[in-house]
């Protein structure tokens, strides 16, 4: 049995990020929490402010063997705008940017590969710009944060609604 890994996106809002990823094969947990930043042990509210460098992220435990990186890989571009780098949808700034961090060279060749040919397929007219950056301290967000959308399904609903990203995900994806 091979040892399960671990992922980790930034996608804008993590309470639309786990849902998408909590409902594959072989994923043992999706956890919402802040990386890519300075501050030790980010406040969700600190985080928003802008000052922390951390953007909202899941991280995610997988086993390789029942649902691979490159499967997650395409899971996350269907879940985001890449070719917004300052926010995704109604949410804006460094906070929610996209970003890929990976885990391992071939989490990051997967990554760079899957980004170059988003961008060759001619699927949107501007550049991809979502970043690729190696993974740092991951840290889980609030309790309330975490499963939000089976915590509170008519509040995650109606926002991913209003947010557009709902909209966007259906005109560009499907």
């Known amino acids: 049995m091979m040892a399960k890994e671990i992922a980790t996106f930034a996608g804008g809002c993590f309470w639309c990020m786990i849902k998408p990823f909590d409902t594959q094969p072989g994923i043992e947990s999706v956890i919402a ?46 879940q985001t705008d890449p070719t917004d780098a300052m926010g995704q949808f109604v949410d804006r700034g460094d906070s929610y940017r996209p970003v890929i961090f990976y885990h391992s060279p071939e989490q ?15 699927r949107f007219k501007k550049d991809i710009v979502t970043k690729i950056e190696p993974a740092s301290t991951f840290y889980p967000a609030e309790e309330y944060h975490q499963d939000f959308y089976k915590k509170n399904p008519d509040h995650y609903y109606r926002y991913r609604g209003m947010s557009g990203r709902d909209t966007f995900i259906e005109e560009s994806w499907k």
């Open 108 to 122: 990051k060749a997967i990554a760079e590969a899957s980004k170059k040919a988003l961008q060759e397929s001619g």
């Open 33 to 78: 929490g802040y990386t890519g930043g300075h501050k030790e042990n980010p406040t969700y509210k600190e985080v928003c402010s802008g000052k922390t460098g951390h953007t909202e992220a899941v991280q995610i435990t997988f086993d390789p063997e029942i649902f691979s990186y490159e499967q997650l890989v395409e899971v996350y571009w269907q």
